[in-house]
């Protein structure tokens, strides 16, 4: 876990302000979810999970009970909706934390940041396309041009069981070719040796059989109308039969989006899919479901490989020096931040000189200087800091008319 600090931190809001703009215009609305869960709504992501297994931080409260910090959104979005049964369709989005206890690398933190969507009660390849293209578009509002979108289909329960089988059948005759860490999880789930990127795996999963063997005509007529979709929008897709993400829940649609200067083993910048029958296993009706989770954290190290979206500049436009008490400091910045300005001032009744430096540091584009004379005066003169070096002593009444003239600015 980390501190975030300054411009950063400044970043960071813009990337979520961003996502915002794009999911709002399709309307999604946000969804605040609490950071504690009861245990139960997680280990509905499936107990053959390292998630579930062994990266839940969960623990009993003084009440007794057994909570958990969420791991992820897509359960606690479906658990809000079995609790307050929204009108549907029900379409929202969200952003915040989530943590897991697992290996720190670059890129993965065990407190991270998300952004997401989720369409709950729609069961229409359509919303597939819709919920894919949204995140496609907000890379692009980023400016990342090295994103690849990789699609898939894990079919219906019937067909993912038939294929977990056969993965089993496969990969168990072929032990000899499995790293050790892939035999454990062979033990748990055959389905997520494929997510192996050990070079030790590779020959036995290339190998293994593929999920287009068993789907079920109703799954291959839903994957087709997602492809077609894509097809019409020009999102360029790259169709992974190997791709099966890691949450137990996913069935039919499944896609990541994959950061094209990030390093192979932890590539992924987000993904999601389709999860029909997770809002019944939460206690609801037979719901359909589908979403995707973005990491930020991730995200932004594609960027700075890319050189995109960098941070912005965070200075301020005015800087109030005050050499008689700072009361009058106090009442120009207050007037100026009212009128749009982004303003700070000097504290402690410092010398001209330390407040001056104070002032540079800053940024600021220009100093408002209050001292004797000009307090008498019911003056205040203004001093360029960047570019043209020059100073103006102006009526105060004028300063906001006049720092509009010379600062860039849009006011409230």
């Given amino acids: ?11 960071w809001r813009h990337l979520i302000d961003t996502f915002a703009a794009v999911v709002a215009r399709a309307g999604y609305g946000q969804i605040m979810l609490p950071v504690l869960e009861d245990l139960g709504v997680f280990t509905r992501i499936g107990d ?8 839940m931080y969960d623990f009993t409260d003084k009440g007794g009970r057994h909570i958990a910090l969420r791991p992820e959104f897509t359960a606690g979005v479906c658990r809000a909706y079995v609790q307050h049964r929204p009108t549907t369709p029900w379409k929202v989005w969200y952003a915040g934390p989530n943590f897991r206890y697992e290996r720190p690398q670059r890129g993965r933190y065990r407190q991270f940041e998300q952004v997401g969507v989720e369409v709950l009660d729609v069961d229409d390849p359509m919303v597939d396309v819709e919920v894919i293209a949204l995140g496609w578009e907000f890379f692009s509002r ?36 499995l790293s050790e860490a892939a035999r454990e999880t062979l033990a748990r789930n055959p389905l997520r040796v494929l997510d192996s990127k050990r070079p030790d795996d590779a020959a036995a999963i290339a190998s293994a059989p593929s999920i287009t063997e068993f789907w079920s005509e109703s799954a291959a007529e839903h994957y ?28 039919r649609t499944t896609f990541e989006y994959v950061g094209g200067t990030l390093d192979s083993a932890q590539n992924a910048l987000g993904g999601g899919g389709r999860y029909d029958g997770l809002v019944a296993d939460l206690g609801g009706p037979q719901t359909s479901g589908i979403g995707f989770a ?5 995200t932004l190290l594609a960027c700075d490989d890319e050189g995109v979206f960098p941070a912005g500049d965070s200075a301020v436009e005015v800087y109030v020096v005050d050499t008689t008490g700072g009361a009058e400091a106090s009442l120009v910045a207050a007037r100026l931040r009212a009128a749009g300005f982004s303003c700070e001032q000097a504290f402690g009744q410092r010398s001209l000189k330390s407040q001056m430096k104070s002032a540079d540091r800053s940024g600021a584009q220009v100093a408002v200087l209050i001292g004797p004379d000009e307090h008498q005066a019911g003056t205040l003169t203004v001093r360029s800091l960047r570019g043209q070096s020059g100073q103006t002593t102006i009526d105060a009444g004028d300063l906001v008319e006049h720092l509009r003239r010379v600062i860039a600015v849009t006011c409230e």
């Fill in 142 to 177: 980023l400016g990342l041009r090295r994103v690849e979108l990789h699609l898939n289909s894990l079919g219906e329960p019937a067909d993912r069981l038939a294929y977990t089988e056969a993965l089993r059948t496969h990969f168990e005759s072929r032990l000899d070719q």
């Fill in 48 to 55: 053959a999970t390292d998630v579930v297994t062994k990266e």
């Fill in 224 to 251: 087709g109308a997602v492809r077609d979709g894509l097809r019409a929008l020009e999102i360029p897709f790259i169709e992974n039969t190997a791709l099966v993400r890691g949450l137990d829940y996913y069935r």
């Fill in 294 to 298: 973005l990491g930020v954290e991730r």
């Fill in 1 to 11: 876990m980390r501190d975030v600090l300054e411009p950063e931190a400044s970043r």
